[in-house]
């Protein structure tokens, strides 16, 4: 079945710090690839998506993700938090146009000053 | 840039009510799609919806639940008799052709 595991429940990062959120997908093919952040009792916002040619996708407030094809995966960068990244974060795959979005179950990311 | 509106923000309903839930998604936009959350859980596919019919829908979307397209700008989410675990927060998107979604803000319905 299609699946899509985000390992880490809460990750507390200094301010300041680097990140990294881990994202994993079990599919048999290159699905579409995206990262949502929810911040408490809001929506859900876009940060970056992947769809085909560069592994490397640059998104909005400063985040980064890329796709490794040969570990599945899809992993969230910031090189440096600030206290506003403080949110949920949400991994989504979707195998083509038009397709529901199956979301991982979050990583809530803490940041201490 | 366009956005998704949602109405109402919180709805309270008791037990056995109908609730509908409304959504404007972007104007052209094709492509429509209902998702949950649960407090403390992931989002949940609901259902698709493309060319005036329902194009997929998951196990959650039994009978209970219906959506329409009443007219060109409004997509609806009917629960016919609520139950207290249809309480979540409710999320319309809609994406034209390319897989980008666009989220609205959502509607949290507590039943109580």
């Known amino acids: 079945a299609q699946s899509v595991t985000q390992p880490d429940i809460h990750i507390t990062v200094s301010e300041g710090a680097s990140l990294e959120l881990r994202c994993n997908y079990s599919?048999?093919?290159?699905?579409?690839l995206f990262w949502y952040v929810q911040s408490p009792g809001q929506g859900l916002q876009l940060l970056l998506k992947?769809?085909?040619?560069?592994?490397l996708v640059q998104g909005i407030k400063g985040f980064e993700a890329e796709f490794k094809r040969s570990q599945s995966s899809f992993n969230l960068r910031k090189p440096s938090v600030h206290w506003s990244d403080a949110a949920e974060y949400f991994c989504?795959?979707?195998?083509?146009?038009?397709?529901?979005?199956?979301f991982g179950a979050g990583t809530i990311l803490r940041v201490k000053s | 840039e366009p956005e998704v509106t949602q109405t109402p923000s919180h709805q309270v309903t008791q037990m056995g009510q109908e609730v509908i839930l409304r959504c404007v998604p972007i104007s052209n936009h094709l492509y429509f799609y209902w998702y949950r959350q649960i407090l403390g859980q992931k989002v949940e596919f609901l259902v698709s919806?493309?060319?005036?019919?329902?194009?997929?829908k998951s196990e959650i979307f039994d009978d209970q639940f219906s959506v329409e397209r009443p007219d060109g700008s409004n997509f609806t989410l009917k629960i016919r008799s609520t139950k207290l675990e249809d309480s979540a927060m409710y999320f319309c998107?809609?994406?034209?052709?390319?897989?980008?979604?666009?989220f609205g803000p959502g509607t949290r319905l507590t039943v109580t």
């Open positions: 599919y048999g093919a290159t699905p579409y």
């Open positions: 992947y769809f085909s040619g560069d592994t």
């Open positions: 919806f493309y060319n005036n019919e329902i194009s997929e």
């Open positions: 989504a795959v979707a195998m083509e146009y038009g397709n529901k979005l199956v």
């Open positions: 998107a809609s994406s034209d052709p390319a897989p980008k979604q666009y």
